[in-house]
């Protein structure tokens, strides 16, 4: 097993539940899209936040062009909504594991964007789409298995990577459960 394959298999049931979540947004409708940019401000700033604080050595390359917390700023200016909230849900990052295990988890979610780019293009082709859209025709994911390939890590520190990526899913989980709770 690679740490990628480890990632993977470990996450699917995560992965499973925020793409289930992620579908109550329904982009036919501009309230839900605002919705679903609130949830991702929600927990993709303070992460990148967590990781800008890491040791350059501990980031994979081009660290600072992968970083999306500026595009999805603008799409909610773009939109008239307020910015991403100062870390608003808490995050405990502390070593290279548990950093390696939510930068996985960051860099996969982008091939989910790109699927929900084009149901956004179909239905609201005029919203702004520069999150969704970030990093499309570059080879992010691909540079990002290529530097995870070269990561050494110990069993146990496997173990973290997987509770690092995980505490990033859940993340995603909370914050689309808080917008596409009947409640709001
Ligand atoms: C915040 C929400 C999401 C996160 C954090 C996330 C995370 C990830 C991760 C880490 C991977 C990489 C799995 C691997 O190692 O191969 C991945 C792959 C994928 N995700 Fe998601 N995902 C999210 C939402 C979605 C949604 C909503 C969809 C569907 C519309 C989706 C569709 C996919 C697809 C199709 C792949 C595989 C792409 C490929 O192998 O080329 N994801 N996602």
């Known amino acids: 097993m690679t740490l ?12 499973d539940r925020v793409d289930q979540l992620g579908g109550a947004f329904d982009f036919t409708n501009p ?18 936040a967590a990781l800008d604080s890491a040791p350059p050595e501990d980031l994979p390359p081009a660290w600072a062009q992968r970083r999306r917390t500026a595009a999805l ?19 405990a990052l502390p070593d290279r594991a548990t950093r390696l295990g939510a930068l996985y ?12 780019r084009r ?6 082709p005029q919203a702004p789409d520069a ?5 499309a025709g570059q080879p992010f994911w ?19 990577a997987v509770e690092g990526a995980r505490q990033v899913f859940r ?5 689309f459960k808080i917008e596409t709770s009947p409640a709001r």
């Open 73 to 91: 700023t603008a799409d909610l200016a773009a939109l008239g909504l307020a910015p991403p909230p100062q870390a608003a849900i808490p995050l």
């Open 4 to 15: 990628r394959t480890t990632l993977r298999a470990a996450t699917r049931q995560d992965h």
């Open 119 to 124: 149901r956004l293009a179909a239905s609201q």
């Open 131 to 135: 999150y969704l859209a970030h990093g």
């Open 171 to 175: 993340a995603f989980e909370m914050a």
């Open 31 to 48: 309230s839900d899209y605002e919705a679903f940019l609130r949830a991702h401000a929600a927990v993709l700033p303070g992460v990148e």
């Open 142 to 160: 691909r540079s990002f298995l290529d530097w995870l390939d070269g990561q050494v890590m110990s069993e146990a520190q496997t173990d973290a």
């Open 105 to 116: 988890v960051l860099e996969g979610s982008r091939l989910g964007g790109a699927v929900l």
